[in-house]
């Protein structure tokens, strides 16, 4: 079945610091995918999202491009604030489930 | 415009009881998904329901189930509690369409705790 993985938390990071947080995917066809973000005692707020091979999605300084070569959807942000601390979360929807799979999400901490 | 909303936002039951919870979707949505986030873990599907039917399932038993209304609003109902089904319960709607069902947008949950 579809599978996500993600680099495993938390990762500490000052802020203006340049981000990246690894997902990689396992899926039959062509899914989409989607990053996440869940703040503490929230429910999931989406980031951004990719729906075929090379698109780029972006929001709030946040980017992740879709490479089905490498089956990847890695986040990225410029310079990180300490207001970007919290959990991050990569997914991917695949048609046949009418579903999303989630990875096992990233803590983010960012000291000023 | 109002988001997703979901009733009631802690909740603790023992166990071997009964639950219900309930969500009411974002407008102009009539596509309706449940998830389990254990503490620490991602969520897991639960189901989805679509015109009043579900549309979709999980790997959890018949215990958890659920109800879609004509308002596109829903229902899950787990019986028997479990020790195990204390988590955070995340619904989430999405707009008409294949391509639209694809994105989802999520409620602030319910916790239950079961004792």
């Known amino acids: 079945g579809d599978s996500v993985t993600q680099m495993e938390g938390p990762v500490t990071l000052s802020e203006e610091a340049f981000l990246t947080i690894n997902c990689t995917y396992t899926?039959?066809?062509?899914?989409?995918l989607f990053w996440y973000v869940q703040y503490p005692g929230e429910g999931l707020q989406l980031l951004l999202k990719?729906?075929?091979?090379?698109d780029k999605g972006s929001n709030k300084g946040f980017e992740a491009t879709y490479r089905k070569e490498t089956t990847s959807f890695h986040l990225e942000k410029g310079s990180v604030q300490v207001s970007d601390s919290a959990v991050y979360f990569c997914?991917?929807?695949?048609?046949?489930?009418?579903?999303?799979?989630f990875g096992g999400g990233t803590r983010l901490m960012v000291k000023p | 415009e109002t988001g997703v909303t979901q009733s009631p936002t802690h909740l603790i039951k023992t166990r071997g009881q009964q639950v219900t919870l309930r969500c009411s979707s974002q407008?102009?949505?009539?596509?309706v998904s449940w998830y389990q986030q254990a503490l620490g873990q991602g969520p897991q599907f639960i189901f989805q329901?679509?015109?009043?039917?579900?549309?979709g399932r999980g790997n959890f038993p018949p215990r958890f189930s659920g109800l879609q209304f004509p308002n596109y609003s829903s229902e899950l109902n787990v019986n028997a509690l479990e020790l195990d089904d204390s988590a955070l319960y995340l619904c989430?709607?999405?707009?008409?369409?294949?391509?639209?069902?694809?994105?989802?947008?999520f409620g602030p949950g319910t916790r239950l705790l079961v004792l």
């Open positions: 989430a709607s999405s707009p008409a369409g294949t391509s639209g069902r694809k994105t989802q947008y």
């Open positions: 899926a039959t066809g062509y899914p989409s």
């Open positions: 990719a729906t075929k091979a090379d």
């Open positions: 997914a991917l929807y695949n048609n046949a489930g009418n579903m999303l799979t």
């Open positions: 407008s102009g949505h009539n596509t």
């Open positions: 329901y679509y015109r009043e039917e579900e549309n």
